[in-house]
């Protein structure tokens, strides 16, 4: 069995959905800390041409949270400023429709924590493109918040049978293989597609949200994109 683990979030890039293809099962790393000017609430599209951020606004985030405790702002009108701030930056996409009204049903749901948005994100996404492994929580059913670090993650491997722990390269520098061995699991690294599309203009800006690439390419090419990045 084939397990993954990484955080949850927002509209992530195409890596992360390269990893959710290569799996059998994929936990949301949910009940760890808490990363300030990462991924979790925001992530980068093309607005005007340029990379610009979208951004989820937070009531209580800090540091020495976990990210399953994190609270989404009172609503204000972020939500309906995101929506239109995509119409303005895709309307003309190829793929506008389907992907905008994708994103819609993400935000429109009354939800209060981050993590459940993001989770909510990948969801969406992987059921529009068909891929996917099993989702699960380290939040619920491991017990084990105690370990820290490669600890935890073996002992998840454990609890999940996993003969397979499969990251993204940033792994390769945190991770040893010979560790994962001596536990009886494989340890494998997908790379994040290199495939360069069709966008507005150039030159090409890669590793943007996966809304960018949804809008612009169909979902059996970004399945083949999500392929490519998976070693034999």
Not at 13 to 30: C, K, S
Not at 142 to 154: I, M, T
Not at 172 to 199: I, S
Not at 204 to 211: A, G, R, T
Request: aromatic share 12%.
């Amino acid at each position: 069995m084939k397990l993954a683990l990484m955080q949850p979030y927002f509209f992530p890039y195409i890596g992360y959905f390269t990893l959710v293809g290569a799996v059998d099962r994929f936990v949301f790393y949910d009940d760890v800390q808490y990363i300030k000017n990462g991924w979790i609430n925001r992530n980068r599209v093309l607005i005007a041409g340029k990379p610009a951020y979208i951004t989820v606004p937070l009531l209580n985030a800090s540091a020495s949270s976990r990210i399953d405790e994190v609270v989404i702002a009172p609503q204000g009108h972020w939500k309906r400023k995101m929506l239109e701030s995509l119409r303005h930056a895709y309307g003309n996409a190829p793929c506008f429709d389907p992907v905008h009204e994708l994103v819609r049903s993400v935000l429109v749901p009354d939800v209060q924590r981050i993590c459940e948005l993001a989770k909510a994100s990948v969801y969406a996404v992987a059921r529009y493109l068909e891929v996917g492994a099993e989702f699960v929580h380290s939040s619920s059913g491991y017990a084990n918040r105690d370990l820290r670090g490669v600890g935890r993650v073996l002992d998840i491997c454990r609890r999940e049978g996993a003969s397979e722990y499969v990251n993204l390269p940033g792994g390769r520098d945190l991770y040893d293989a010979t560790e994962f061995a001596a536990a009886g699991v494989q340890l494998r690294f997908v790379d994040p597609p290199a495939t360069a599309y069709r966008q507005f203009g150039e030159p090409f800006q890669p590793n943007l949200s996966i809304i960018d690439v949804l809008m612009h390419n169909r979902p059996a090419q970004v399945r083949t994109m999500l392929a490519s990045g998976v070693p034999a």
